[in-house]
């Protein structure tokens, strides 16, 4: 391969971004929408459903896919899909409108995540791959966490309608670096057992979000409604659709890498959801400290993000995953002995060890599940990284939630939900150092 091409890791980058930020901007908005659309405040959820459900139920459909077709060409669909779903979700004139735009942004950011490892992998020489994958992985992450505190200033200043509208100049801007820096191709339909694997696995994900949220709001016995994704899966993994998968988690370090994805997903969306409760509540700090307090986390992520790149690019995927995996278990231990008698600057600090060890592990782990996967498995690879970030990010607050309201939302209950995540962090370690020894 000749030169290393920075402009599509950028642009990966920002796609990355923008979709993950769309899974989390909008819960500032959902009160606005209530009062705009004149519904009730359980029908608003749907506007976060109806972008999480399809996402979830296309990643692997849309991986397979993508194994037989233009990653240009998918890539500018899927651009050209969502930037027009953003146009429409801002226009919308009532609530069903809004969540229809909703499900197409959800199916469309299905495609871009499952497009942009390969795209960011393909763009750059092999000794070059952490620093990329780094770069794209880190503001994955960021997009979740930054989400409610920008849609905050977004809302307040412009209107509800921006938060869908700020999409609009990054989808043509993505789209111009897609256009001038990678090579045409064709594009191929999606085979015939497309619109069966999307069912299936779109009747799985129903089960599994419908029951994490009301598990979080009603108590731990609605979790029992998961059990109702089994025989969608099950039927799922009877199919031939399922066999790139298998094949894809049959290989050591993929699996490992797929795992410690989701895992840390769900260490730092659970970290993140408690932090600001904990900060109100009990130390009763102002949202802008809160704020202040909390952006140690991300601050953190991006600071370590290049560091974890360039380690894993000098002395290997898996040792900078394991490094990650560590100092993002000791930053959670450290959380665990939360107490009445901290300051708001112990949170910081303590946030700051798990987002430096997520900067860390994020790109190597990226980089090795993609350089485990061969040449017809990388959009599969994508897709597969793409479901576990967002089971992660979906199981963390839930979690959170559940186990907090076990002990009636007493500090007792945020130190067992923190020692959960502590346990999430060391399993991540566990995995990395046993799964990926090959």
Known sequence: MGRNQWWPVAGSGLVVFMATLDTSIVAVALPAFERDFGVRTSATEWVVLGYLLPLIALSLPAGRWLD????????????????????????????????????????????????????????????????????????GPLGAVSGPPLGGVIVQAWGPPWIFYINIPVGVLVAAIALASLRPDALRLPDRTFPAETALLGAAAAAV???????????????????????????????????????????????????????NALVISLVEFLGPFYLQRTLGLSPVGTAAAVLALPVAMVAAGPAGGVLGDRRGTRQAAVLGAVVTAAGVLLLVPIGADWHASDLSRRLAVVGAGTGLLAGPAFARLMSSAPPDLQGTAGAAQSLARQLGFSLGPALATTTWALSDYTLAGLRAAFALSAAAALTTLLVLRLRSAR
């Open 68 to 139: 037989r077709t233009g990653p240009r060409s998918a890539l500018l669909l899927a651009l050209a899909g969502f930037t027009i779903a953003s146009l429409a979700a801002g226009l919308a004139p009532a609530l069903a409108w809004l969540v229809a735009a909703r499900v197409v942004q959800g199916c469309c950011a299905a495609i871009l995540f499952a497009v942009v490892p390969s795209i960011t992998i393909q763009a750059v020489r092999p000794d070059a791959a952490g620093r990329a994958s780094a770069l794209v992985t880190t503001l």
């Open 209 to 263: 979000l419908l029951a994490l949220s009301l598990s979080a709001g009603h108590g731990l016995g609605w979790s029992a409604l998961a059990v109702a994704a089994v025989p969608p899966l099950y039927l799922w993994g009877r199919t031939g659709a399922s066999a790139p998968v298998r094949a894809l988690l049959r290989r050591p370090p993929a699996a490992a890498a797929v795992a410690a994805i989701m895992l």
